[in-house]
């Protein structure tokens, strides 16, 4: 028994009645039937639904002429259809148009009435089951889903013209559910672009309170999840609309930050909040539409410029329909006077004038989706007749005869349909999906001030991702706010702080640490090893180098390095033109004159510290320090012995002088020094000093400095003048209370004492002296132990030579001269 049917209690009874009455719009008997259903009104005033006694008649006012164009477009093919004599040969088709109010429960009334067989002789009973084939219909998602699960029941396939929501691609769900309209999630994904593209970061969501909106809004969301866009509010406008809730939202609007709106709702949801929007006068907002309202005539009117002026959205491709104007001008009361739809027409108005909306067919979008919806059918048909296979996953179509065709034969056919129609390729997924394929439009102000839905470019699905989006910005008129962010975009040299508790689009702008930019990018970037930042933190420049050049602090050791040096050399002037005086030969001219030339290379090698290291003089700094400081004890070390040998040598029954001759002297200095030159000539072999460049110890400078390459070699280079400075120190020390006027064994332990307390002192400092200060104060130490040495060993002699010359005398030196 077909749904909706009561019959008689009793059992003779042979009729049955309808319990109410639905009446289609438009009625043509035909060899196979499809229906049709349309939101010819839109303003729905529901009866009292209480169950308690019968509801009133739904009240259906406010004709939509777009929707009514529709419905006549359907008329129009199937007319078309009928009279080709090579599509569907011998057989025709009919059709039931029903108004869906634009209301699902209006919808399943009417899909209802379909399937009721109601017989047009008498409206008032009903016949067998109805031979419907398809179904060309709904308008709203909500209403698809209801009419999709009623004819599932049936296996009777159902094409949509206008129901984008992707819930509808689910196969297990809505098995025999079509359409000839790209998916919302298609749609999602070009409006996700297109808030990428003009770098809106922060907007705000509108939606319906239905299925639609629901899986809309969620299906963008998940869209912007890997993209910059937050949505700063997420508001719905309530099914039963109420102003106190339009209010409510509309605060939420004026208070938020976010200029860029994204609607995901019809018209017949909109229109009640667009009247209470512009009464609250707010202005300044960029709407981001759907498909289903970008075209919608009743906000056309040039009082909605102010406050929709510059909208923009995406609407289903257009098409042309060559007939449709002169067959939409045929359409008039007097041809159909008992039809409910067209009651409130007296046939003698102006449709031009009157329902321009109606008559305008210069860019068909959704009349357009019909017309393939209905040729989509017509061709499944006739490859069903035809028995023609299938060329994808129903490759087993079975055949039908003519008089005994069920829907569900003729969907597994409209799964594999393929046809061209104006040039387009018509065809569905295996979702039941077409090709997506928009058109982006921009709402702006009219010649007579009304709003025009101007094409300024188009998302074509067929491209590849990325490359879809193709806009005409130089066209696009703004509402006024072409910027819609939470946080202005950081400046270069900083980076983005999230707050804690807000979105990522909400963010504070803090600079870069040291040693990182940002230009263009959203965090900072780590400079090259060999860059360093710039002031501004916005590009990485080389970094400064730096080492002992001959800046104030290598002036300074340059200057005291050649005065030492020149000293030495008056000094040795001194000597040898008194070498002949007693307190030369006594204290060994040849030791002094090897010490002084010791002490000469002493001073100038700290000059190889200063200037930038090279492979050589990194090789060359350590080594001639180390062997002239050698060299130099050494020869201090062999002084000490001959002064101790000579008085030691005055008592009797030593003759230790012997074995401390020249020649023997000489050994003693070659030996010594000859153990530091192998240490030396190892440290080179294995592991020898280079050039480095630190860079660790400031960042921001490159350092460049000697690596001693073998530090065991370093310290022990360092160790071994240390051992020979304790020798000659304790073999002073004994010797400082020998007799004599002159007891050269008091300075030598002065001299020694000064010189380790420099170097002792320069461990800790070079240890903890970064890059050329390090070389700083090895150069230091080098000097301030040679002045040590100097001025400790010859100044009291030069003293004597130069300013007491009644002093240079053997007895005086002896401590024997006569009183």
């Known amino acids: 028994m077909s749904p909706g049917i009561t019959t008689a209690a009793a059992p003779a009874a042979s009729k049955c009645t309808l319990l109410n009455g639905f009446q289609p719009g438009f009625v043509v008997q035909g060899d196979y039937v499809i229906g049709g259903i349309f939101p010819i009104h839109f303003n729905l005033k529901m009866p009292d639904l209480n169950g308690t006694y019968r509801p009133a008649p739904i009240n259906c006012n406010r004709i939509d002429p777009r929707a009514f164009r529709w419905a006549q477009t359907m008329r129009l093919a199937v007319e078309e259809i009928n009279q080709n004599p090579v599509l569907l040969q011998n057989h025709t088709l009919g059709y039931k148009i029903f108004d869906?109010?634009?209301?699902?429960?209006?919808?399943?009334?009417?899909?209802?009435?379909?399937?009721?067989?109601?017989?047009?002789?008498?409206?008032?009973?009903?016949?067998?089951?109805?031979?419907?084939?398809?179904?060309?219909?709904?308008?709203?998602?909500?209403?698809?889903?209801?009419?999709?699960?009623?004819?599932?029941?049936?296996?009777?396939?159902?094409?949509?013209?206008?129901?984008?929501?992707?819930?509808?691609?689910?196969?297990?769900?809505?098995?025999?559910?079509?359409?000839?309209?790209?998916?919302?999630?298609?749609?999602?994904?070009?409006?996700?672009?297109?808030?990428?593209?003009?770098?809106?970061?922060?907007?705000?969501?509108?939606?319906?309170?239905?299925?639609?909106?629901?899986?809309?809004?969620?299906?963008?969301?998940?869209?912007?999840?890997?993209?910059?866009?937050?949505?700063?509010?997420?508001?719905?406008?309530?099914?039963?609309?109420?102003?106190?809730?339009?209010?409510?939202?509309?605060?939420?609007?004026?208070?938020?930050?976010?200029?860029?709106?994204?609607?995901?709702?019809?018209?017949?949801?909109?229109?009640?909040?667009?009247?209470?929007?512009?009464?609250?006068?707010?202005?300044?907002?960029?709407?981001?539409?759907?498909?289903?309202?970008?075209?919608?005539?009743?906000?056309?009117?040039?009082?909605?410029?102010?406050?929709?002026?510059?909208?923009?959205?995406?609407?289903?491709?257009?098409?042309?329909?060559?007939?449709?104007?002169?067959?939409?001008?045929?359409?008039n009361p007097k041809r159909y006077p008992d039809n409910v739809l067209m009651a409130p027409c007296s046939g003698q108005e102006s449709l031009l004038e009157q329902h321009s909306a109606y008559m305008n067919t210069s860019s068909p979008r959704i009349s357009y989706n019909v017309y393939k919806a209905v040729y989509a059918i017509a061709h499944s048909l006739h490859n069903l007749l035809l028995c023609q296979p299938g060329r994808g996953p129903f490759q087993n179509n079975s055949c039908a005869q003519s008089n005994n065709i069920h829907p569900w034969q003729l969907q597994q056919y409209l799964q594999e349909v393929n046809f061209q129609i104006a040039g387009e390729e018509v065809d569905f997924d295996a979702k039941g999906d077409s090709v997506p394929y928009y058109d982006i439009i921009n709402w702006q102000r009219g010649t007579e001030g009304n709003i025009e839905f101007v094409t300024v470019g188009l998302f074509d699905g067929t491209k590849s991702v990325g490359e879809e989006l193709l806009i005409q910005e130089d066209r696009i008129m703004w509402a006024g706010h072409q910027m819609s962010v939470c946080s202005a975009s950081c400046l270069p040299g900083s980076r983005k702080a999230v707050r804690r508790g807000e979105p990522i689009c909400c963010f504070d702008c803090v600079p870069c640490d040291s040693g990182k930019i940002s230009n263009q990018t959203v965090d900072c970037t780590i400079c090259p090893e060999d860059l360093w930042t710039n002031n501004d933190r916005t590009a990485c420049i080389a970094k400064k180098v730096e080492y002992l050049t001959f800046d104030s602090l290598g002036i300074a050791l340059t200057v005291m390095s050649v005065v030492g040096a020149c000293f030495t050399l008056a000094v040795c002037g001194v000597f040898f033109c008194h070498r002949h005086t007693a307190i030369v030969r006594v204290n060994n001219s040849e030791l002094s004159f090897f010490i002084l030339f010791a002490l000469t290379l002493c001073f100038l090698c700290s000059l190889l510290f200063i200037g930038k290291p090279t492979y050589w003089s990194c090789m060359l700094r350590h080594t001639a320090f180390s062997i002239s400081f050698s060299m130099c004890i050494s020869c201090i070390l062999g002084k000490t012995l001959v002064v101790l040998a000579a008085f030691t040598a005055t008592r009797p029954g030593q003759n230790i002088m012997k074995w401390l001759g020249p020649k023997h002297q000489r050994t003693i200095i070659s030996s010594c020094t000859l153990v530091q030159v192998v240490i030396c000539a190892a440290w080179l072999i294995d592991a020898p000093p280079f050039p480095s460049r630190n860079t660790q110890y400031e960042h921001s400078k490159i350092i460049v400095e000697c690596s001693v390459g073998s530090s065991l070699a370093f310290w022990c280079v360092l160790g071994y003048i240390g051992l020979q400075a304790c020798l000659c120190f304790v073999l002073a020390f004994l010797a400082r209370k020998l007799p004599g006027n002159f007891n050269e064994a008091k300075f030598i332990t002065f001299s020694m004492l000064i010189f380790s307390a420099v170097w002792l002192a320069f461990i800790p400092a070079y240890i903890s002296s970064p890059g050329n200060y390090a070389d700083a104060v090895e150069s230091f130490a080098i000097l301030a132990s040679s002045f040590g040495l100097l001025f400790c060993l010859f100044a009291p002699k030069s003293y004597i030579i130069l300013l007491k010359p009644e002093k240079n005398t053997k007895q005086h030196l002896m401590g024997k001269e006569t009183k």
Request: charged share 15%; hydrophobic share 40%.
């Open 100 to 331: 869906s109010c634009g209301y699902p429960l209006t919808g399943q009334r009417a899909v209802l009435s379909m399937l009721n067989g109601v017989s047009e002789e008498n409206s008032s009973m009903c016949t067998n089951a109805s031979s419907l084939l398809a179904v060309i219909g709904a308008a709203g998602s909500s209403q698809s889903i209801v009419v999709s699960r009623i004819l599932q029941t049936f296996r009777i396939p159902m094409i949509s013209y206008a129901s984008s929501c992707a819930c509808l691609s689910d196969r297990q769900k809505y098995p025999t559910f079509f359409r000839v309209v790209p998916s919302d999630d298609d749609q999602v994904k070009a409006i996700a672009q297109l808030l990428v593209h003009f770098n809106w970061t922060w907007v705000g969501l509108l939606r319906g309170d239905n299925d639609y909106g629901r899986f809309a809004a969620k299906g963008v969301l998940r869209e912007l999840q890997d993209t910059k866009v937050c949505v700063a509010y997420q508001e719905i406008i309530p099914l039963l609309y109420t102003r106190q809730a339009g209010l409510r939202i509309m605060k939420v609007m004026r208070s938020s930050t976010a200029k860029v709106v994204l609607v995901f709702a019809v018209e017949g949801e909109m229109a009640p909040f667009l009247r209470d929007y512009m009464t609250q006068n707010i202005t300044g907002i960029q709407w981001v539409v759907i498909e289903a309202l970008v075209t919608a005539s009743v906000f056309s009117g040039r009082e909605y410029y102010p406050y929709l002026g510059g909208t923009i959205g995406f609407n289903i491709r257009k098409g042309h329909i060559s007939r449709l104007g002169d067959f939409l001008q045929t359409v």
